[in-house]
């Protein structure tokens, strides 16, 4: 397998195959790791079918699973915001494998890893809703230089560009 400039091989039980944004993932017990993870098809070198049979847990979902685990991906900004509406709308908006959505007895608590956070933060306020930002705070910093921005735009007068903007 695959992973950046590193090359490894590894045992895995195949749970599930997901397709999601253009690419096929494994969702795989591996047994190097001793854990679940997901392996991109396209980084598989080679494969060999192995004689040793499993069972795959009964309630294993591997589209929630690969959703999950690409939400959560090791890099940018960890991200947690507390949205007040209901599960269902915040779904609604964010496809799956853009945040892990929990529904908590204030709303909706979103998890995901950002980076740049102008992504995440445009999505918030497109939700029109109330939501607090858990961390980071730089995502605060991030929301108030997009409001600072619409600002601008909002107050420009038709005409005028500023240097640079052609």
């Not at 939501?131 to 619409?150: I, M, Q, S, W």
Request: aromatic content about 12%; proline content about 7%; hydrophobic content about 45%.
């Amino acid at each position: 397998y695959q992973s950046g400039a590193a090359e490894t091989e590894r045992r895995v039980d195949p749970y599930g195959l997901v397709f999601h944004w253009g690419r096929w993932y494994l969702a795989a017990w591996c047994h190097l790791r001793q854990a679940m993870r997901v392996f991109r098809l396209d980084r598989i070198n080679a494969l060999e079918v192995l004689p040793e049979t499993f069972t795959r847990p009964p309630q294993f979902d591997s589209l929630t699973f690969v959703t999950q685990s690409l939400a959560m991906a090791p890099w940018g900004w960890e991200v947690e915001v507390l949205i007040e509406t209901t599960l269902e709308r915040v779904a609604w908006q964010l496809q799956p494998g853009w945040a892990i959505l929990e529904r908590v007895p204030e709303g909706v608590l979103l998890r995901g890893r950002y980076d740049p956070l102008d992504w995440i933060a445009a999505q918030l306020l497109l939700l029109n809703c109330p939501f607090t930002v858990r961390k980071p705070a730089e995502l605060v910093d991030t929301l108030r230089a997009l409001g600072e921005r619409a600002f601008a735009q909002a107050e420009r007068q038709p005409g005028t560009l500023e240097r640079g903007s052609r």
